[in-house]
């Protein structure tokens, strides 16, 4: 047996960890640390560790089920995707092609998300496609094309974050849901930096703060308002900056003044002696850095909110300078590819605009199309869920488990069941994939090579080091075996490394430029950062270097980083030489037209649900270290399952003693929309006017059955992050 290892990247969230891969004895395979991978340096959490599990024929499926009479039975992969075709063609032919819905995932390879973007547009012809990545980024994303024209997570490599002076971190709880990346912020601390969390629980990242300011759910923009108006009464702000780099700034400037300290303090919760420390922490040091995930940007004011947040760096000159910067911590594995190469409503590869005629022209010449013949932007993910049905009749899925993720997921889930058709392709039978008509087994990380892009913005390629077990095909298959049935033959290759080829050239020129970028740098590089165009002069993408991966083993298992590649071109031979990528954005420039980061003048508006008399308790929702998204993948690994069991209701004694609640009664919270019930947790570590619930699981203690779906304008994402609710002992 083989026993090399084979370097590749963890299946679960955006940090994508590196680690090695070897054959277990018994087989499946084994982790081991990979230390010279930067981002996370060896260090793996319990999810990493055991990722092996999900391999398991134990825990996944292993045949295509196709429903008959009511259930669900084994059946032949030709079966399978006949029946998807039948139903697709049926539902374009009855209903027209945009009753066809797609909805992709923030855990699919950059490849598979290509693919299925182009898949949507080009096979079925339909607007009707966008991804869970909706539920997740979509609110930072919009602000910070808004105000500096482009949108990758963090602008900087996770490196520089000890190296700052100061870091914000808003709505995040990287301790449990990316517990490697904890060591950034202790060796800022150890490196003389300070640490401001913003949570409304005293979570484990709370805890290593050296302020923690804990606001009522919601109300992040108005905190943020409040902390710049200090900085310009206290005369804080950098003006040579603003004028020099910025615009913009006065409209923003009077939207934040009319935010008094004072008024501030009744909206969010926090002293005005609190405010201020946090602007004396924030301005001192020369550097500092402002970093938010999904508590503020999972709200209706989600996209303001982020904005305000990205001011407070334009106004203090924390913006495009070196160890400074706004960045957004991503979630999904693939949340930042994911959102760059079409499987948005709204988007084509390259994170090119629908809307824009060049764009269109661009990726349909690459595609082989005519233009015109590309459907216009669709429904957001909500809307399309919500539209299941009715407009929508039939639904192709890959990677996603609306029915435990989606806001008011009760509601979802009908609409799921109201269907013509629903063919979904996962690993597991999640909860949505238990009420498909067609069900797919597909290839997951190990088995499989393909690129992801990380939360810095790094393109990463995750390496194949087992052969998938017999009744298993990859996602890519099953696009190209449907397309073909649908009389669309080329097109939608099997193999990862040609959908890449094309995905380069469809990005080039794109604000998501790949195409300077190859699987064979990706081999010998730890990642390389986009944007990353190929060298001027060239023809192609290809031109840039041989880019084949055909030099690696045909053995997955072997040592790919010890396989001969050809030399490096030098960079005199390449026109403009080979691109080294861009770790670090708008040192020289934002991505706007003027060059100049814009400000954005928002003002504070409450959440879309307020407490009142019927209702009146915050509900907000978060994860917990040992489980993942809806939970569909970790809930099935022993060791985690046993760690993290079951959904609870975190609440302050204060409440529990109103209640008659001890610590692991069960409780019921109600919302507009639904009941949930599942054990208390009684702690002062949280507000006494807020519940949270973790969002792992289905059934009775299902968080999003709570959730509203009242949606950002501009980002159209969901509010997670607050409701109003009661809570009631359950006797």
Request: charged fraction near 25%; charge should be negative.
């Amino acid at each position: 047996m083989n026993t090399t290892a084979t370097p590749t990247h963890c299946p679960y969230c955006a940090l994508q960890c590196g680690m090695n891969l070897t054959p277990a004895p018994g087989g499946g395979v084994e982790v081991s640390e990979r230390a010279d991978f930067p981002v996370n340096r060896g260090a793996l959490c319990g999810k990493g560790r055991t990722a092996p599990e999900l391999l398991s024929s134990r825990v996944r499926l292993t045949s295509p089920l196709v429903r008959n009479a009511g259930v669900l039975e084994p059946a032949t992969w030709d079966e399978a995707l006949d029946r998807i075709a039948e139903g697709l063609s049926r539902t374009r032919t009855e209903h027209g092609p945009d009753a066809c819905g797609v909805f992709g995932g923030g855990g699919l390879t950059n490849e598979k998300a290509y693919a299925l973007g182009k898949f949507a547009r080009v096979v079925l012809g339909t607007s009707q496609i966008d991804y869970n990545g909706r539920f997740c980024m979509s609110s930072a994303a919009a602000a910070g094309i808004r105000a500096f024209g482009l949108d990758r997570g963090l602008p900087f490599p996770l490196e520089d974050i000890p190296r700052t002076g100061c870091v914000i971190l808003v709505g995040s709880n990287l301790a449990e849901t990316m517990p490697p990346a904890l060591r950034y912020l202790t060796e800022l601390k150890e490196n003389g930096g300070t640490l401001i969390v913003i949570d409304p629980r005293r979570t484990r990242t709370a805890e290593q703060a050296d302020l923690h300011l804990a606001p009522r759910p919601g109300t992040d923009l108005a905190l943020a308002l409040g902390l710049l108006h200090l900085i310009v009464a206290e005369g804080r702000t950098d003006e040579e900056y603003i004028r020099a780099r910025t615009s913009g700034w006065e409209e923003a400037r009077a939207a934040a003044m009319a935010h008094w300290p004072e008024y501030v303090e009744r909206i969010t919760g926090v002293s005005v002696p609190q405010l201020r420390e946090a602007v004396r922490l924030f301005c001192e040091p020369e550097a500092a850095m402002v970093l938010t995930a999904r508590g503020p940007e999972q709200q209706s004011k989600g996209t303001d909110t982020v904005g305000a947040w990205i001011n407070l760096c334009l106004a203090t000159g924390r913006a495009g300078r070196p160890l400074s910067g706004y960045g957004c911590l991503t979630g999904q594995g693939n949340g930042q590819g994911g959102r760059e190469h079409g499987q948005k409503a709204d988007q084509l590869p390259g994170y090119r605009k629908l809307t824009d005629p060049a764009a269109r022209r661009h990726v349909a010449e690459v595609w082989g199309v005519d233009p015109d013949s590309l459907p216009g932007p669709g429904r957001s993910a909500y809307e399309l869920l919500d539209a299941m049905g009715t407009d929508i009749r039939s639904l192709l899925l890959m990677g996603s488990n609306p029915v435990v993720s989606a806001p008011r997921a009760a509601h979802i889930e009908e609409r799921l069941k109201s269907l013509d058709f629903l063919a979904v392709a996962d690993v597991v039978l999640s909860e949505t994939a238990a009420l498909a008509d067609v069900v797919l087994p597909v290839t997951q990380w190990a088995e499989e090579t393909g690129t992801t892009t990380n939360l810095e913005g790094r393109v990463l390629l995750r390496r194949q080091a087992i052969t998938p077990p017999e009744g298993i095909r990859s996602d890519l298959y099953v696009l190209h075996e449907i397309a073909a049935r649908l009389g669309v033959e080329k097109g939608f290759p099997t193999d990862p490394e040609e959908v890449f080829e094309e995905l380069r050239r469809a990005s080039a020129g794109g604000a998501a430029d790949y195409s300077g970028i190859t699987y064979r740098r990706l081999v010998e590089e730890s990642g390389v950062f986009w944007p990353c165009p190929a060298p001027a002069g060239a023809e192609g993408p290809g031109d840039c270097e041989d880019a084949s991966l055909d030099v690696l083993p045909d053995d997955p298992a072997e040592d790919v980083s010890s396989a001969v590649l050809p030399d490096d071109p030098a960079e005199d031979d390449i026109p403009g030489g080979v691109h080294p990528g861009t770790p670090r954005l708008f040192l020289d420039r934002f991505a706007t037209e003027d060059g100049r980061a814009c400000f954005v003048p928002v003002s504070h508006r409450a959440a879309a649900e307020e407490p009142d008399d019927e209702y009146p308790v915050l509900l907000t929702t978060g994860r917990v270290v040992a489980q993942y998204q809806s939970g569909a993948q970790t809930r099935r690994v022993d060791e985690l399952n046993a760690a993290a069991p079951g959904p609870f209701v975190e609440m302050h004694p204060r409440l529990a003693e109103r209640l008659g609640a001890a610590d692991g009664d069960s409780v019921a919270v109600v919302s507009r929309r639904g009941r949930a019930v599942a054990p208390a947790r009684i702690t002062t570590t949280i507000r006494p006017d807020t519940v949270f619930m973790p969002f792992h699981w289905p059934g009775e203690g299902r968080a999003n059955t709570l959730t509203n779906p009242a949606l950002d304008p501009i980002s159209r994402m969901p509010e997670f992050k607050t409701c109003a609710v009661r809570v009631e002992s359950v006797k």
